[in-house]
Nanobody
Framework: QVQLVESGGGLVQAGGSLRLSCAVS????????MGWYRQAPGKQRQLVAT???????NYADSVKGRFTISRDNAERAVYLQMSSLKPDDTAIYYC???????????????WGQGTQVTVSS
């Protein structure tokens, strides 16, 4: 079993900051890419940022310069520091990890349950 648990969402005014965390637990062999996605009401889920096991990061154009993704391999956690938040950032934010469980040769994507971020104008 693999579990991803997000935390840190909430309500913030435009221009404010939030830090999201995602803790990974369970039968973990290795974790490859970790990332954050978001889904606003009536829209498809979209990539926000990803970070590889070597620390290379990738961002959606809409968040570049405002959001920073990081990871702690020892703690099996990934973080998203969000600054200069805008009402358009309002969405449910999901953690996603590419994981190989112990005893398996396959890599699978796992998702957290999501955490709500609401930015008021």
């Amino acid at each position: 079993q693999v579990q991803l648990v997000e935390s840190g969402g909430g309500l913030v005014q435009a221009g404010g900051s939030l830090r999201l965390s995602c803790a990974v637990s369970g039968n973990i062999g290795s974790i490859n890419t970790m990332g954050w996605y978001r889904q606003a009401p009536g829209k498809q889920r979209q990539l926000v940022a990803t970070i590889t096991s070597r620390g290379s990061s990738n961002y959606a154009d809409s968040v570049k310069g405002r959001f920073t993704i990081s990871r702690d391999n020892a703690e099996r956690a990934v973080y998203l520091q969000m600054s200069s938040l805008k009402p358009d950032d309002t969405a449910i934010y999901y953690c996603n990890c590419n994981i190989r469980t112990w005893g398996s040769v396959r890599w699978n994507d796992y998702w957290g349950q999501g955490t709500q971020v609401t930015v008021s104008s």
